[in-house]
């Protein structure tokens, strides 16, 4: 098994025709088969379903794939860090989670930017089970996320506590019989508590996984939902938004989680965390 196998075994999955990744890859389908060929042989199992309409993926090939482009992926890291420019002696792969980019995010990066040249940086942003997967796998050295869970070789770093509150765009919104009331992922805990604490209410007719896509529809399409204060205040104080009173406010904990096998390197994002008023 090879890199170049690899990426083939992709573009057929992505394409799903073995002549449109022959395309895609420039090479011929001739090639395209035997690399398959031998990838299935190297694997034991067959990794595509054969079909007059293309190809798709069996069991096997779906459970490669989160392997093949993370070994991809990883490849393309390890080339990007060892031929570092001069003057440049590290990379800081950084993921996180979209609603804690507008603030935490923008001003670690910033920091990290303007204070510290010598350091490349490379961010990506994902969801929880996304930026687990990419610290397991080596892709990220930390990552600033609400979910509080380690796996081999991480350590977790308590950052802040917000507050997220119910907002409307009128101050009349109804708490819980809003028809416009938008229901924001905010994580398992938020989840629980809001059930509990809302079990006589409607179900959201819209939903979003990210607090700032949800204020934008929010200010666009009026409505009322729960958001961190830090997000809606500045939307209150213009009088674009309101806070609605008498309902339950939730907690949601930030947290920089880190690779310790570079450890002593990533100390310095702790320290720049700390050292903030966020």
């Known amino acids: ?84 420019p001069e003057g440049i002696s590290s990379v800081c792969n950084l993921g996180c989670h979209p609603d804690l980019w507008p603030q935490t995010g923008r001003y670690l990066i910033s920091k990290l930017h303007n204070g510290h040249p010598e350091i490349a940086l490379s ?4 969801q929880h089970d996304q930026l687990d997967q990419w610290m397991a796998t080596g892709l990220i050295d930390a990552a600033l ?17 917000e507050k997220l509150k119910i907002y409307g765009s009128s101050s009349d919104k109804a708490i819980r019989w809003d028809p416009g009331y938008i229901y924001v992922d905010a994580g398992e805990d938020f989840g629980r508590h809001h059930t509990a604490a809302y079990t006589d209410a409607d179900i959201a007719k819209v939903s979003f996984t990210c607090a700032a896509w949800a204020l934008d529809y929010l200010l666009d399409q009026g409505g009322s939902a729960y958001l961190p204060e830090r997000l809606a205040s500045r939307h209150v104080e213009a009088g674009q938004l309101y806070l ?35």
Do not use: C
Not at 44 to 59: C, D, N, P, W, Y
Not at 154 to 159: A, C, F, R
Not at 244 to 266: C, E, K, M, S
């Open 145 to 161: 996320t609400y979910r509080s869970t380690t796996q081999k070789n991480q350590t977790i770093h308590e950052l802040h506590t």
């Open 123 to 126: 961010t990506s942003q994902g």
């Open 1 to 84: 098994m090879n890199l170049s196998t690899l990426k083939t075994f992709l573009a057929i999955a992505e394409t799903r025709s073995l002549v449109k990744a022959s395309e895609r890859l420039y090479v011929s389908q001739s090639t395209v088969t035997a690399r398959l060929q031998s990838l299935e042989s190297d694997i034991g199992q067959a990794l595509f379903l054969r079909k007059k309409s293309g190809v798709t993926l069996t069991a096997a090939g779906i459970k490669l794939k989160r392997y093949a482009q993370a070994m991809t992926d990883l490849w393309l890291q390890a080339k990007q860090e060892t031929s570092l």
């Open 244 to 278: 609605l009173p008498d309902a339950p406010i939730f907690d949601r904990t930030a947290y920089l989680i880190t690779n310790d096998l570079a450890a002593v390197q990533w100390e310095l994002l702790l320290e720049i965390l700390q050292q903030s008023d966020l």
